[in-house]
């Protein structure tokens, strides 16, 4: 079972990515999905999750009105979409799930959880 995240890279200020996060081994159609971010001296925060049906979700408020979550229970993937990047978004990012966890809004406020999925980061980089 494996989380396999992708689409980081250098950006600019301003400018948007969208980060993937595909899951194979089994379906994670019952379990919440969020995405998490470290940076460099900073605690691990949640940046969205969205729970299991997708209709559900939560945004960390550094985040809002930027980035948005989503998932495709049939590709198995979550997506982030970033938008209006700015540099103190630099972090690696990370998916994770866990089948104890369904509600977004758990993902967003259990801190320091130790997630039983828990994807290899993908690298965002924004410069000013």
């Known amino acids: 079972v494996q989380l396999q995240a992708s689409g980081g890279g250098l950006a600019q200020a301003g400018d948007s990515l969208k980060l993937s996060c595909t899951a194979s081994g089994r379906s994670f159609s019952s379990f919440a999905m969020g995405w998490f971010r470290r940076a460099p001296g900073k605690d691990r925060e949640c940046v969205a999750a969205?729970?299991?049906?997708?209709?559900?979700?939560y945004h960390a408020d550094s985040v809002k009105g930027r980035f948005t979550i989503s998932r495709d229970h049939a590709k198995n993937t979550v997506y982030l979409q970033m938008n209006s990047l700015k540099p103190e978004d630099t972090a690696v990012y990370h998916c994770a799930a866990d089948p104890g966890v369904t509600s977004a809004h758990a993902m967003g406020v259990m801190t320091s959880y130790e997630y039983h999925y828990w994807g290899q980061g993908t690298v965002v980089t924004v410069s000013s």
């Open positions: 969205i729970n299991w049906s997708g209709g559900g979700t």
